[in-house]
């Protein structure tokens, strides 16, 4: 099993950033990806980043060259750096965990952008 906890949503004004946190434990020898996801009121919810565990990241269109997913694999943390923020982007955040067979999720963390 892992065990994924998010911290760092939030409110935020337009063009404001905010950075959000996953951290990881349990079996995370097994994961081979992780990312952020994102799920808004009455939508889907959709990939926003993520990033294998060689370092090769993967962004939806609507957030390139704002958002920025990076890892830091001595403290099993994976991070979202979300810059230039626009009220679209206000959404329930979660984090995940691939392995080969399975998909974890953290609890969600909401960002809010609102002046």
């Known amino acids: 099993q892992v065990q994924l906890v998010e911290s760092g949503g939030g409110l935020v004004q337009p063009g404001g950033s905010l950075r959000l946190s996953c951290a990881a434990s349990g079996r995370i020898l097994s994961i081979n990806a992780m990312g952020w996801y994102r799920q808004a009121p009455g939508k889907e919810r959709e990939l926003v980043a993520a990033?294998?565990?060689?370092?090769?990241?993967t962004y939806v269109d609507s957030v390139k060259g704002r958002f920025t997913i990076s890892r830091d694999n001595a403290k099993n943390t994976v991070y979202l750096q979300m810059n230039s923020l626009k009220p679209e982007d206000t959404a329930v955040y979660y984090c995940?965990?691939?392995?080969?067979?399975?998909?974890?999720w953290g609890q969600g963390t909401q960002v809010t952008v609102s002046s």
């Open positions: 990033i294998t565990t060689g370092g090769t990241t």
């Open positions: 995940n965990a691939d392995e080969p067979t399975k998909r974890y």
